[in-house]
């Protein structure tokens, strides 16, 4: 009999537990639990301490209010220039409504793939590759707002939708990359060629800078040489009117001066024709007969209208002496080549050949036939 009360105490114990725990649930934050009564919705648990009726009610769903995420697997989806890509996407959803959440649906999340792939389809069948490959942004707001729309009635918020990868097939890929290197090369040529470019104005526009300093430096030397080459003329000249030379003076520095003339490259051989000396006699009677000018002394002042008259006569003078020794050096060249001269025979017999005059005679101090002569007493 003791045995008997024994067990029923343990029964009634056990079952004053079971009722107990039950009767007490404890939900934690961010989470609600939907409960029954006799399988008819009563009410939703929120977190914290609740009381149910024991054998009553019951917990038909435990649902996680936190903003979840999850990844589909990559779906093949056809583009509108019929080419195959490969999808991923990533969805961001939060549960608002518990009830609706449990009885609008069954199996929300095999419902939101479905309506991700399908919507996912519609969108990427309406554009090309291309233009799937840069339009994330606009397709993640399309299918954003798809599944938000139709997730609404179901409790469910989908708070966002993105692409994670889109791989066309391997020949695309392909083609792709040879595209970008292509491009890339193109740019590095552009770049290479815009140096090049850029570099070869800089050395134009040095060049032209430092031709322009060039001439600019060449013509200001040239100005200062001519202003130089001016002011030696003006004053040698001024020193030769002052002075006023003699005509021995003049006489002498013209004899220096010959064998300068007679030192070219072109002047290799030297005839000297009979007729050379009366040329001489001529030259030296154009200088102002300088034989007979024995005590000439320079003067104090200058006349410069004599001067000019004086240098025009000699210079005339002295150009038609030079013509009758050019004619003459070409005669002798003539007679030595072995060519007949055009010269009148009575006028070559009439000539005779003077002896050749000696500088000296040119000066003044000695008569043609090599003698001195005296100079003459005022």
């Known amino acids: 009999m003791e045995a008997v009360i024994g067990v029923l105490i343990l ?141 609404g009635r179901w409790g469910i918020k989908v708070t966002r939708v993105e692409i994670k990868a889109i791989e066309p097939p391997p020949s695309i890929r392909d083609s792709m990359e040879k595209q970008m ?71 002498y520095q013209y004899l220096q001066a010959l064998p300068q003339i007679a030192n070219g490259t072109a002047n290799k051989v030297w005839i000297v024709p009979t007729e050379l000396s009366k040329a001489l006699d001529g030259i030296g009677g154009a200088l102002g007969g300088l034989a007979n000018m024995v005590g000439d002394v320079p003067t104090s002042g200058v006349d410069a209208a004599s001067v000019e008259r004086e240098a025009a006569e000699a210079a005339r003078a002295a150009a038609a002496e030079a013509a009758k020794v050019d004619e003459a050096v070409r005669t002798a060249e003539a007679q030595v080549s072995g060519d007949t001269p055009a010269v009148d025979p009575d006028r070559a017999a009439a000539l005779p050949a003077p002896d050749p005059i000696p500088p000296s005679a040119a000066l003044g101090s000695a008569d043609y036939n090599g003698q001195q002569q005296e100079p003459e007493r005022a």
Do not use: C, W
């Open 11 to 151: 029964v009634i114990l056990i079952f004053a537990i079971t009722t107990l725990v039950r009767s007490v649930r404890v939900v934690p934050q961010q989470r609600m639990d939907v409960v029954e009564r006799l399988g008819k919705y009563k009410r939703t648990l929120s977190p914290g301490l609740n009381l149910l009726v024991p054998f009553v009610d019951s917990v038909r769903n435990k649902l996680d209010m936190r903003e979840a995420v999850v990844s589909f697997p990559p779906q093949p989806v056809i583009t509108s220039d019929n080419l195959v890509v490969s999808i991923d996407t990533v969805l961001y959803y939060k549960i608002v409504d518990p009830v609706r959440a449990t009885y609008e649906i069954s199996g929300y999340l095999q419902a939101i793939e479905q309506l991700t792939v399908t919507t996912l389809r519609n969108v990427i069948g309406s554009l090309d590759l291309e233009r799937a490959l840069t339009s994330r942004d606009e397709i993640n707001r399309h299918l954003s707002s798809v599944l938000d729309e139709t997730t």
């Open 181 to 251: 290197r292509a491009e890339r090369e193109r740019r590095a040529t552009i770049l290479n060629a815009e140096g090049h470019k850029q570099a070869a104005i800089l050395t134009a526009e040095g060049e032209k800078q430092a031709s322009v300093l060039r001439a600019d430096g060449d013509r200001q030397s040239r100005i200062l040489q001519a202003e130089g080459q001016a002011k030696a003329i003006r004053t040698v000249f001024d020193a030769i009117h002052q002075a006023n030379p003699s005509q021995k003076v003049l006489a």
